[in-house]
Structures are given as C-alpha cells and as structure tokens.
C-alpha cells in the first residue's frame, strides 16, 4: 500500500509538471475505460445485451398479458405470442413483428329493422236483430152477422186440432199465420154447442162478399173484406195454407148427418185485408 501511494505521488507531480490537471486525468481513464469494454463485449447489470425482435420462425418469450378495449363489441384479445407450427390461425387479433397487435376489424351485423305490428282485423260481432214480437189476435168482430167474441189460441197436436175446450170463443189455429205476417190467418168456431146451444158461428154461411171482418189484436185494428163463401168436404186441408197476400180465413161445420152424429162438410169464409195496420 505504501508503494502504491508513493507511486501516485510520483504520477501527479510529473503530470502537475506537464501541465494534467485532476479533470483531465479523470476524463482520460473515462474513455479508456469506455472503449476498452466495448471491444472486449463486457456488460453492465441492468442493461440488456440485445433487443430481441420476433419474426416468422421464432418463438418470441412470453410477455406480460393486457387487455386491449377494441371499438366494436366483442373483440378483446391477449398480448400472447403465436406459434405458427401450433396455434391455429388468429381470428381476431395477431401480433406483428413489432410486437404490436394488429385489429383485424369484424364487420358488425346491422340489425333488421323490426317490422311494424300488423293490425289483426277483429270482426265486428254478428248483430242479430230480434224477431219482431207476433201481434197476438184477442178478438173477432163480424157486424153482418152479430158476432163478437174473445180469440184463443189452439195448438196443432197429433195432426188435428181440439176444439173441445172452448164453446162462445173464437180458435185461432196454430200453425197458422199471425195477423201482420202478409200470410193466411185461420180461425174457427163452433156452429152449435151441447145442449142444442147455438155457437157463434152459427150464421157464418150467411155471409156475403163485401161484407166486413175485423180482428182486434194486442197492437192494432185490422180490417178485412170478404171475398168468397164455399163449402168443403173435410178432408180438404189447403184453406189452412199459407198464402202470399195477407187474408182472414173463417171455418165452421155444416150439414149435420144424424145417423152417424157428425158434420159432414165445413164452410170456410176467405176475407182479403183491406188497409194493413202501420
């Protein structure tokens, strides 16, 4: 250690004479030092060696992962390196040789427009208009003849109907036309009763035409006209039929066969209406 020292004493004297100063000599050992380890490939802790750049064929070392936000909304993507020989090929991201990564952009579906709703016709409900209450005939007046009495009605029943009940009133058939229906409405009467008692129609074959019939029902005064008298057997069922022009068709028995006790013909009065009701 002396000897070094003594050395050093003996260097800054002579360079002190040769004009050195303590900077310079610093400076000096600076570069030498500098160049000396660069050619002889010596290293620094801290520094690295050589920046290592991945290409085609080398796998680079694996560096630290991040999380890229892409723009479009599904790409997110990791900063591994590939491996051609092993990885398949990226879909989504791929790292170039600058280490960066590259977007491979991912068209973005553009949504169908939603259709407007379309309108479900709703059909209009069935508007059923209700059948117009039958005008009910409550009683018969016939002037030429002095009658004037209550109408009932007589169901049709096992193909005939039974006059048995009624004796002063007038039958209005069932199964034929109501009074305003434009249609043939038939009632009948009794000519006598039990007892030898005469019935209302006891004079209807004494009718003639042009005389006049009116019928009182629940609503109206309808009038009628008589047109034609005739007598039938009893088996002749078509006066009761329906007809297309509004009339009044009248019924009674007639001619009476004491052997068997029974009328063997009926009269049968037809009336035409003359001014329909309202």
């Known amino acids: 250690m002396l000897i070094f020292i003594g050395l050093l004493l003996i260097a800054g004297n002579a360079l002190h004479r040769s004009g050195w100063t303590a900077e310079r000599v610093l400076t000096a050992i600076r570069e030498f030092c500098s160049d000396d380890l660069v050619a002889e490939g010596a290293s620094?802790?801290?520094v690295p060696e050589a920046i290592a750049i991945a290409t085609e064929t080398?796998?680079?070392?694996?560096?630290p992962t991040a999380s890229v936000t892409p723009t479009d909304p599904t790409v997110t993507a990791s900063a591994t390196a590939r491996t051609r020989s092993t990885l398949p090929p990226p879909t989504i991201t791929?790292?170039?040789?600058?280490?960066?990564?590259?977007?491979?952009?991912?068209?973005?579906?553009?949504?169908?427009?939603?259709?407007?709703?379309?309108?479900?016709?709703?059909p209009s409900p069935v508007v059923v208009e209700p059948r117009p209450q039958r005008e009910v005939p409550q009683r018969?007046?016939?002037?030429?003849?002095?009658?004037?009495?209550?109408?009932v009605y007589v169901p049709l029943a096992n193909?005939?109907?039974d006059l048995s009940s009624i004796e002063y009133e007038i039958a209005h058939l069932g199964g034929t036309a109501y009074p305003g229906e434009g249609s043939n409405v038939v009632l009948a009467g009794h000519v006598t009763l039990v007892g030898r008692r005469l019935g209302p129609f006891i004079h209807l074959e004494a009718l003639s035409q042009g005389d006049m019939i009116e019928v009182h029902t629940d609503r109206h005064l309808r009038q009628f006209r008589v047109t034609e008298t005739r007598v039938v057997p009893?088996?002749?069922?078509?006066?009761?039929?329906?007809?297309?022009?509004?009339?009044?068709?009248?019924i009674t028995c007639t001619t009476w066969d004491a052997n068997t006790r029974s009328y063997l013909e009926r009269v049968v009065v037809v009336a035409e209406e003359i001014e329909p009701a309202p």
């Open 44 to 46: 620094f802790p801290g």
């Open 58 to 63: 080398d796998e680079p070392a694996p560096s």
């Open 94 to 122: 791929t790292t170039s040789h600058s280490g960066e990564y590259e977007r491979i952009e991912s068209p973005v579906p553009t949504p169908s427009p939603t259709p407007p709703p379309t309108a479900i016709p709703i």
């Open 140 to 151: 018969l007046v016939i002037p030429a003849i002095g009658v004037d009495a209550p109408v």
């Open 159 to 161: 193909q005939t109907w």
């Open 234 to 250: 009893p088996t002749d069922v078509s006066v009761v039929y329906g007809t297309e022009t509004s009339i009044l068709t009248l």
